[in-house]
């Protein structure tokens, strides 16, 4: 099975713009996630970006990147262009965070264990909820499941209700799983998602994974057990690199 990893990046974050080029104790961000995929079982791994400065410094530490549009609405419009672009067979394409610069290899890998089966059209990552505060973290997508462990709905309310328990005690009651922000696509089923409109759900809840749903695609996952450290703000990066001096 030939897989590729694309690494969408953005310098135009409304949040925190020029993130993928900030310094993480000696390394670009873009980096970090670049040599982390280069240790899963990827035969390709490229980044995706919309500025000529983030292309530059991935040809700095050696790495391969593309230019696409601007105007893309999501990281999965991004990760078709770039594959359009790469212009090579792939089986799959796994969409990795652009900010999430201690991804683990092992959990690139769950998710293309999950195309060793023919049928899977879409996968990502899952991980039990441990504590209240993420159970009730609208910026921590829930999942739930069915039998076959794939997606049945996704939401930044917690899923499912617990009647009859006060909600501090409904992970005493049932297990909870949060999402894990990356993607694995095959790739004619990439193709296809990439040209559906945006859906109710969708814009309802803000998740782009509730339009493939809507539109009857089948998303399968896979548990993890490690605990992700996304970079969405400045604030994001101080807490993440007091962590690394914490470790060191």
């Known amino acids: 099975m030939k897989s590729i990893g694309i690494i969408p990046a953005r310098y135009a974050s409304s949040r925190f713009p020029g993130k993928p080029l900030v310094q993480i104790r000696g390394k670009s961000m873009i980096q970090r996630v670049y040599e982390q995929a ?16 983030i ?29 359009c672009i790469y212009n090579q067979p792939c089986d799959c394409v ?4 652009g900010d999430e610069p201690f991804i683990q290899p092992e959990q690139i890998n ?18 039990k909820i441990e504590v ?27 899923i499912p209700y617990i009647r009859g328990y006060e909600p ?39 998740l782009e994974q509730l339009r493939w749903l809507e539109n009857g695609f089948k998303i399968i996952t896979a548990l993890t057990t490690h605990e992700n450290m996304g970079i969405d703000t400045p604030a994001d990066l101080d807490k993440a690199i007091s962590q690394l001096k914490t470790s060191s």
């Open 132 to 158: 209240p505060e993420e159970l009730f973290n609208p910026n921590a997508p829930k999942v739930i499941l069915d039998n076959r462990q794939q997606a049945i709905y996704f939401s930044r309310h917690p």
């Open 110 to 127: 769950l998710v293309l264990d999950c195309f060793e089966k023919p049928a899977t059209q879409l996968a990502t990552l899952i991980k």
């Open 94 to 97: 796994i969409n990795i965070q």
């Open 38 to 53: 280069s240790q899963a079982r990827l035969q390709q791994v490229l980044v995706a970006t919309d500025d000529e400065r």
């Open 168 to 206: 501090e005690h409904w992970l005493e009651q049932h297990t909870f799983y949060k999402h894990i922000g990356i993607y694995g696509y095959r790739t004619d089923i990439l193709e296809q998602i990439t040209q559906l409109p945006p859906s109710k759900l969708e814009l309802s809840e803000s």
């Open 55 to 83: 292309i530059s410094e991935v040809q700095r530490f050696g790495g391969q990147a593309v230019l696409t549009n601007e105007s893309h609405q999501s990281g999965t419009d991004r990760c078709f262009e770039a594959y």
